[in-house]
């Protein structure tokens, strides 16, 4: 009997592509105004640094607050 594999990995993408699409397509197709509260959970942000020398370099913001 051969392997078992995910779909998703038959498909050629990992784990995490597949659950960003699926969860997008998921959120396109809500009625509003839970539509407009899911996109919301889209955005993201976080803070980017470099480290030299043992020490943290100036924080650059990545994404949309």
Do not use: H
């Not at 809500?30 to 899911?38: D, F, I, T, Y």
């Amino acid at each position: 009997m051969p392997p078992q594999t995910s779909f998703w990995r038959i498909a050629g993408m990992s784990y995490l592509q597949y659950v960003a699409k699926a969860s997008s397509t998921i959120r396109a197709g809500l009625k509003e105004p839970a539509k407009r509260k899911a996109m919301e959970q889209e955005k993201y942000f976080f803070n980017s640094s470099t480290w030299e020398g043992g020490v943290q370099s100036s924080k650059t913001p990545v994404g949309t607050p």
